[in-house]
């Protein structure tokens, strides 16, 4: 039995079982089931926002309340004002509202937001996530603490799903498209974006990725997953008032997709299924035995969130699957995909970067001054001088990490200081980082196609219903391609937290390689290599060079550079103190004088 085969038919087992959970189980269970999706599907939303995304919200239930409110005041018993009076009465346009709606107050929060770090976000979701709440509960025409009554069933062609064996099957139907579009999505172009925000917004941005926008893109998406759940909610109830929108209802979303496996689409439903029935039975069971009435099983869920924060960092999902069959395995590459187009490369000799006059001060301190230097068409460059010389300053004004005070980097032509790295890397310019950057737990092939991200164009949507597999088909060959030209291809499906460093490096520039550069940056490319990884690196490059790549490296070994590369400018205290061949610089006196001091 094939891997792919057993996966699938467990799949199929399953939904039988659900689909036929309704005709087998009492009205009581099926009600906990259709809370568990329910609270699937908002965790699915947080899924792609906290697990693969990074962003933490404790807000999501004022958008699950979104969706369960705008069609309650829709389709509920008060008259609508005669302006929205053609809107009344249908669900269905209850769920276009309530979608569209939470579509601008997403935009609008996000927009607020986003751009917070470290613990700031998360606080400023729990601001707006308490700010809804109280708007629910204080307007007088959404009905304030007592809520809206009258919400009608939704009908389906005729059929009304006004029992909660019925509106099962929409909530179950919601959460595996759901389910089945995320996964698509991660599995994709925009869904390699999403992650590589969790490699930090440096590398993220080197590589193409409109890093502002992708973190736009799944606080929207988490947001319509709330919303679509609050308006099954809403009719599964047929009555709704605040309380399930506060912010407690949030941080327990928040911690059934801890719980499941944040960064997991099965994670979702696993962490919504344990939560409910925990909580359900704890209810029971704990005033029991403890003699008294009270929450005493959010207690114990703070307890359960500390437990398995210490003991099971990735939820209780990576867990089960190791106890079912092997995973289907990584689809094959389309060797016969149309190569992706590639820009015209400047020809050999040509002077394809221009540092002209740059100087960059932090306060009084000049870290670079009046630095210039060009670098050709098919040569290495480097940039070598004692720590602190400012090397990695400099490298920063040409690659748009940082803007110069004054002076100005010209790139092909063009004028390229203070532009974002996002456009300088489509201009054909492609770094590494001296801390390789990577993402541990993806493959390498899907490491290298985060390089490939600006040759491909498809969208959120086309991903999710897997529109976009001719071109992902071109990106992948592209990756794969790249991975065999640096000498990776054995490594191709293992997991880049498994290589050793001198392999991480080389994965990186295959990475920068993807997005078909003719110049490459490396910071420190040998740095805490060993004798035979920086052998290997040396031979790399001799062969980039010689297939007519430009490339500039900041290097602090010198014996590295020595033998490797074409001309070499030496910087100290963020001067130019010399330029030339290797032989004449290594014995100018003023580089001789500013190393012989140096700790090497
Ligand atoms: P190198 O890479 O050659 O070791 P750097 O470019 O990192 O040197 O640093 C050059 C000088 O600029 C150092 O004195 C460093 O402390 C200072 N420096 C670098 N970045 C900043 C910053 N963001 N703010 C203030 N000082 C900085
Ligand atoms: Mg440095």
Partial sequence: MSPRFSAVHLLVVFVVIVAAAPLLLSSFYVTLLNYIGLYALVSLGLVLLTGVGGLTSFGQAAFVGLGAYTTAALTGATV??????????????????????????????????????????????????????????????????????????????????????????????????????????????????????NGGMVMAEAMGVNTARSRMVIFVIAALHAAASGWLYAHMQRFVNPTPFGLQVGIEYLFMAVVGGAGQVWGALVGASVITILKEWLQDLLPLVLGAIGNFEVIFFGLLMVLILHRAREGLWPHLTRLAPQRATARPIATTAEPLQRQVPPPAGEVILEARNVTRKFGGLVANDNMSLDVRAGEILALIGPNGAGKSTMFNQISGVDTPTSGEVLFRGKSIAGHASREIARLGMSRTFQHARLLPTMTVLDNVAIGAHLRGRSGVLPSAWRMDRAEEDRLMAEAARQIERVGLADQMFNEAGNLALGQQRILEIARSLASDPCLLLLDEPAAGLRWGEKQALAELLCKLRGEGMAILLVEHDMDFVMGLVDRIVVMDFGRKIAEGLPDEVQRHPAVLEAYLGDVE
């Fill in 80 to 197: 609508l004002p005669n302006w929205l009076a053609w809107m009344g009465g249908s669900p269905w346009l209850g769920l276009v509202a309530g979608l569209l709606l939470t579509l601008v107050v997403a935009v609008i929060l996000g927009s607020l937001t986003l751009r917070l770090s470290g613990h700031y976000l998360p606080l400023g979701t729990i601001a707006w996530g308490i700010s809804l709440y109280f708007l629910f509960g204080t307007m007088d025409t959404l009905g304030g603490h007592t809520g809206l009554t009258g919400i009608p069933p939704i009908t389906i062609f005729g059929w009304v799903l006004d029992e909660g064996g019925e509106i099962f099957y929409l909530i179950w139907l919601f959460l595996f498209a759901g389910m089945l579009t995320t996964r698509n999505l991660l599995d994709s172009r925009e869904g390699r974006a999403i992650r590589a925000l």
